[in-house]
């Protein structure tokens, strides 16, 4: 049980534009979802907290309106990146809990 | 000073040797404390969970947390080729619902 799938797994986009990156619950409902941004050689930090039917909570220095994050269901939160730029290229992963916390399988962003 | 300290090696080893992983932590609220395992450009799957202080073992792992010292070591027996990865802990606490602090990731290669 707690599976986690996300979507795409892989990304390129180009400077300016906005990405969309779907979290879902496979099997489980999750009120509460958790975004993280792994840069290459470094742990995973941090981001949001997605809560379902209201505004996410964003850790201190994450820009809430560079990093849109929508949890319109049980099983569904998503982030956008928008005005992506070179600098935000890097490994998001999404958790969930359930009676254990399930972790996605990671999107990697490329911003060219 | 980080929540959760890791050396982030590169460690290096022979199959078959015992290999020890350790982090510290530095709030005493975390309550439950995660051992993943991550391959490159993957997402960190759950190798070891413990609540509070103790030893818990699984198969070649054998997770230990010493809440009086705020230290964290996962032991990994007859370590394999395929144990190659990079090795996170992470804490949390019970009221955040699933939010987790990772240390750095420490790099394991093991040769055969």
């Known amino acids: 049980g707690a599976v986690v799938s996300q979507h795409p797994s892989w990304v390129i986009c180009k400077s300016g534009t906005s990405v969309k990156i779907e979290c879902r619950s496979l099997?489980?409902?999750?009120?509460?979802m958790f975004w993280y941004r792994q840069f290459p050689k470094q742990s995973l930090m941090l981001m949001a907290t997605?809560?379902?039917?209201?505004?996410?909570?964003?850790e201190q220095g994450v820009e809430k309106d560079k990093f849109l994050i929508n949890h319109a269901s049980l099983t569904l939160s998503t982030l956008t990146v928008t005005s992506a730029h070179p600098e935000d290229s890097s490994f998001y992963i999404c958790?969930?809990?359930?009676?254990?916390?399930?972790f996605g399988p990671g999107t990697r962003l490329t911003v060219t | 000073q980080k929540e959760v300290e890791q050396d982030p090696g590169p460690l290096s080893v022979p199959e078959g040797a015992i290999v020890s992983l350790n982090c510290t932590y530095s709030n005493s609220a975390f309550q439950y404390f995660m051992w993943y395992r991550q391959y490159s450009r993957k997402g960190p799957e759950l190798l070891m969970y413990t609540y509070s202080s103790g030893n818990k073992e699984d198969g070649r792992f054998t997770a230990q947390v010493d809440k009086s010292s705020k230290y964290i070591s996962l032991f990994i027996r007859d370590s394999q080729p395929s144990d190659s990865a990079t090795y996170l802990c992470?804490?949390?606490?019970?009221?955040?619902?699933?939010?987790?602090?990772f240390g750095q990731g420490t790099e394991l290669s093991v040769k055969p």
């Open positions: 099997d489980f409902q999750a009120t509460t």
């Open positions: 958790s969930a809990r359930d009676d254990r916390i399930a």
């Open positions: 997605s809560n379902e039917g209201s505004k996410a909570t964003y």
């Open positions: 992470a804490s949390g606490r019970n009221n955040q619902g699933g939010k987790l602090i």
